[in-house]
């Protein structure tokens, strides 16, 4: 039986359209073997980084072409 693992991904981006993230400030968690271990450690990141409204993170699973909404989804 396959099994995905999640990923929380993101870091700082140079403006609010978020496709160009800023070198360096990339950011990977993970990998979690539940889709709920991976939206607690994404609640905490973003939560750290609330003030910040350049930040961004997402959940990825593999296997899946596209990040998948994060649950109750924040700004940062």
């Known amino acids: 039986m396959h099994h995905d693992r999640f990923w929380v991904v993101g870091g700082k981006y140079r403006d609010m359209s978020f496709a160009?993230?800023?070198p360096g400030s990339e950011s990977l968690f993970g990998p979690f073997r539940t889709r709920r271990d991976a939206e607690d450690a994404w609640r905490k990141v973003s939560e750290r980084h609330r003030s910040q409204c350049l930040a961004r993170f997402v959940i990825a699973a593999?296997?899946?072409?596209?990040?998948?909404?994060?649950?109750?989804h924040f700004a940062a």
């Open 20 to 22: 160009d993230l800023i």
């Open 62 to 72: 593999e296997g899946h072409a596209r990040p998948l909404p994060a649950a109750g």
